[in-house]
């Protein structure tokens, strides 16, 4: 017997179509946005260190608050009134220094997020740049140390 397949199928006979699809946050920051905690050390011109843009550091921010240090911090920033504010000591957080491949991964792509949030354009571009030329280095993962050391020094200044 000769089995042909049908030449057309009707839309309400897919079983597996877009419209139908459900979305799914991918990170606890997808669905909860960036945390303030976050926002709050950018404001104060604070570097952000990666490991705590992590999708693990991330969901101790937004699930246990009530454990998390904070740090009082008078800012001053190009000569305004230098204010006080609370900010989270990023110190609770392991060194950014010993992210694996996939946090870096990670943090990045929450960091891109923020940018895109609360930079300007022209910061945006300059650390997707910035980001694109590390992880499409021909050798990434055998010069992971050098890159990630690279990459810390660049973010932090």
Not at 92 to 101: A, G, L, R
């Amino acid at each position: 017997p000769v089995v042909t397949a049908p030449t057309s199928i009707k839309s309400s006979m897919l079983l597996f179509d877009v419209n139908n699809k459900c979305t799914s946050s991918t990170s606890i920051s997808d669905t909860y946005g960036m945390h303030t905690y976050i926002i709050e050390l950018a404001k104060c011109h604070q570097h952000i260190p990666l490991s705590i843009l992590t999708t693990k550091a991330t969901s101790c921010l937004f699930l246990e608050p009530s454990s998390l240090k904070f740090l009082m911090h008078y800012t001053s920033h190009r000569n305004s009134v230098p204010m006080k504010c609370h900010i989270l000591d990023v110190s609770q957080f392991p060194s950014e220094t010993f992210i694996s491949i996939g946090e870096w991964h990670e943090a990045w792509a929450h960091f891109l997020k923020l940018l895109a949030d609360y930079a300007s354009p022209e910061v945006l571009a300059w650390w997707t740049k910035h980001h694109n030329k590390l992880h499409q280095h021909p050798d990434f993962e055998g010069h992971w140390s050098a890159i990630l050391a690279f990459d810390i020094e660049q973010c932090a200044s």
